[in-house]
């Protein structure tokens, strides 16, 4: 099987059926662990972008968190949510069928705080120069999450 045709299969099938165009396709061992179109148009979930769905979906089947031995196929180069995540699961391999330049005349994606081609500019700023407001409100009891969760997770 094409994991780069399946890929765009699966964007089209979800464009058609009133999506919008982005899928992902996990790969472990030349097989389909999981795959998923970017379904916020039909959730209104704004996290549930195709990445974020598959990660999911083959986190769970495969019992880890740590996808390493996985390739992941995306349709585009990832937004900055998606991006994250696939660093945290650590895959052996990103392919990316598209870029956002490429598509550009044909799909944007601005909203209130973010948009795609300022974003990572955005995001450099220090916190209190950000368009998105953040108050920080430090409290001497909430480390005692982080104390308690290293007191049960001793080696």
């Known amino acids: 099987m094409n994991f780069a045709d399946r890929t765009i299969e699966l964007a089209k099938e979800n464009v058609r059926n009133g999506g919008r165009p ?3 396709v996990i790969v472990q061992n030349g097989e389909i ?7 916020v148009a039909q959730t209104s979930d704004p996290t549930a972008h195709a990445e974020i769905l598959a990660v999911r979906q ?6 880890t968190e740590h996808l ?3 390739e992941i196929y995306i349709l585009a180069g990832p937004c900055p949510m998606c991006l994250g995540s696939l ?7 990103v392919i990316y069928l598209t870029t ?36 920080s409100e430090p409290r001497k009891d909430a480390i005692e999450v982080y ?7 001793k080696p």
Do not use: G, H
């Open 22 to 24: 982005f899928a992902c």
């Open 33 to 39: 662990v999981a795959e998923s179109p970017n379904l």
């Open 58 to 63: 083959a986190c769970m089947k495969l019992k």
């Open 68 to 70: 390493t031995d996985c």
């Open 87 to 93: 660093y945290y699961c650590s895959p052996k391999k």
């Open 100 to 135: 956002r330049e490429e598509y550009a005349d044909y799909y944007t994606d601005d909203r209130k705080y973010f948009e795609l081609a300022t974003f990572y500019d955005e995001y450099k700023k220090p916190i209190d120069q950000r368009r998105l407001p953040m108050v």
């Open 147 to 153: 104390a308690l969760w290293k007191e049960l997770n």
